[in-house]
């Protein structure tokens, strides 16, 4: 279990540059170590003198930036850390979708290469100026209209520290690794009445396979929340894992490589020269396929042994900063 003031220190040094790190967690820990007995010598049970000096030290983002002298100018001191944290929500959730659906848009509409990665980059550029501008916009009225940091919800405490468990499943890994197999399921259902006047797979599948896809989706969203629930990575975790992927991966595989995976009428209305379309995407996509399935069963079986093994494991945020495992 990882303490409390190891919790404030991984937490204040991911915001520390690299070259800083070792000499701020030793001035840090010293800092809070000396506190701490100066509390515990007043008579502060070991608990409650931990707590007390890190409220008094504060939000562990505010003291990286003071202890790499990094100025906070572009929306102020009080409510840049939490525009800060809305920034990489919005950047690393919202903005790869639209990207994605963008993407996949196109592909329906003109699967040429140059299209594609045109309309990729202006979906990722466009998206992402609008993502930061009206972010920043908000903040900045928001600063300049006297709301605190603590308008905005309730002032730091150490129970707003990232636990640092690499073990678990965090709620915000389950609500990622829920929204995937939502969406691909939708985007299986409206390929066949929304995209356009041909569907892009091949629409005898459903009478079995594309249910079964459907139905293995659901079970791998099981599959999350019982690992949310259970709380660790294990080899009983891993083989399940290992099982969700044979099942959907064998399929597919199977289906592209006998040519049955992609609607016949759609690929006739792809022009692409002479080219045989398939003779790109069917490799194309068991590669992507294989090499997702290995690497989804490998991230999981290490993932497993490194916690079995009490091995340290990287702390997110930090850089790579270690902890250990369970």
Same mark, same amino acid.
């Given at each position: 279990?990882?303490?409390?003031?190891?919790?404030?220190?991984?937490?204040?040094?991911?915001?520390?540059?690299?070259?800083?790190?070792?000499?701020?967690?030793? =001035?840090?820990?010293?800092? *809070?170590?000396?506190?701490? =007995?100066?509390?515990?010598?007043?008579?502060?049970?070991?608990?409650?003198? @931990?707590?007390? /000096? #890190?409220? =008094?030290?504060?939000?562990?983002?505010?003291?990286?930036?003071?202890?790499?002298?990094?100025?906070?100018?572009?929306?102020?001191?009080?409510?840049?850390?939490?525009?800060?944290? #809305?920034? *990489?929500? $919005?950047?690393?959730?919202?903005?790869? +979708?639209?990207?994605?659906?963008?993407?996949?848009?196109?592909?329906? =509409?003109?699967?040429?290469?140059?299209?594609?990665?045109?309309?990729?980059?202006?979906?990722?550029?466009?998206?992402?100026?609008?993502?930061?501008?009206?972010?920043? $916009?908000?903040?900045?009225?928001?600063?300049?209209?006297?709301?605190?940091?603590?308008?905005?919800?309730?002032?730091?405490?150490?129970?707003?520290?990232?636990?640092?468990?690499?073990? #678990?499943? /965090?709620?915000?890994?389950?609500?990622?690794?829920?929204?995937?197999? &939502?969406?691909?399921?939708?985007?299986?259902?409206?390929?066949?009445?929304?995209?356009?006047? &041909?569907?892009?797979?091949?629409?005898?599948?459903?009478?079995?396979?594309?249910?079964?896809? +459907?139905?293995?989706?659901?079970?791998?969203?099981?599959?999350?929340? %019982?690992?949310?629930?259970?709380?660790?990575? @294990?080899?009983?975790? /891993?083989?399940?894992?290992?099982?969700?992927?044979? $099942?959907?991966?064998?399929?597919?595989?199977?289906?592209?490589?006998?040519?049955?995976?992609?609607?016949?009428?759609?690929?006739?209305?792809?022009?692409?020269?002479?080219?045989?379309?398939?003779? %790109?995407? /069917?490799?194309?996509?068991?590669?992507?396929?294989?090499?997702?399935?290995?690497?989804?069963?490998?991230?999981?079986?290490?993932?497993?042994?490194?916690?079995?093994?009490?091995?340290?494991?990287?702390?997110?945020?930090?850089?790579?900063?270690?902890?250990?495992?369970?």
């Amino acid at each position: 279990m990882i303490s409390l003031i190891d919790r404030y220190v991984f937490t204040a040094l991911r915001r520390v540059p690299q070259a800083q790190r070792a000499d701020i967690d030793r =001035e840090l820990r010293a800092a *809070i170590d000396d506190a701490v =007995e100066a509390r515990l010598a007043g008579g502060q049970p070991r608990d409650a003198a @931990t707590e007390s /000096t #890190l409220l =008094e030290l504060g939000d562990p983002d505010r003291l990286a930036d003071a202890y790499a002298d990094r100025p906070q100018y572009l929306i102020g001191p009080e409510l840049f850390p939490v525009w800060r944290r #809305l920034a *990489i929500v $919005l950047f690393s959730t919202v903005l790869p +979708i639209v990207v994605v659906v963008a993407v996949v848009v196109q592909l329906f =509409e003109n699967p040429a290469i140059g299209p594609v990665i045109g309309t990729a980059a202006d979906a990722f550029f466009t998206t992402g100026a609008h993502l930061a501008f009206w972010s920043t $916009l908000v903040f900045a009225v928001l600063e300049r209209t006297g709301v605190a940091r603590s308008d905005l919800g309730h002032p730091w405490t150490v129970a707003d520290l990232p636990k640092y468990q690499p073990s #678990l499943l /965090t709620a915000g890994q389950l609500a990622v690794n829920l929204l995937w197999p &939502v969406l691909l399921i939708v985007a299986l259902v409206l390929q066949q009445f929304a995209f356009g006047p &041909v569907p892009v797979l091949n629409p005898d599948n459903w009478s079995f396979w594309w249910p079964y896809f +459907i139905a293995v989706l659901v079970l791998e969203g099981v599959y999350f929340v %019982w690992v949310h629930r259970r709380g660790a990575w @294990t080899h009983t975790v /891993t083989l399940v894992n290992a099982a969700l992927a044979v $099942l959907s991966t064998v399929p597919l595989v199977w289906l592209l490589a006998t040519h049955q995976f992609f609607n016949p009428a759609f690929v006739d209305r792809l022009d692409w020269g002479s080219t045989d379309p398939l003779t %790109w995407l /069917t490799p194309a996509a068991i590669l992507v396929a294989v090499v997702t399935a290995v690497w989804d069963v490998v991230d999981m079986a290490v993932r497993a042994e490194r916690v079995r093994r009490g091995l340290p494991a990287k702390a997110p945020g930090t850089g790579g900063y270690p902890v250990r495992a369970g």
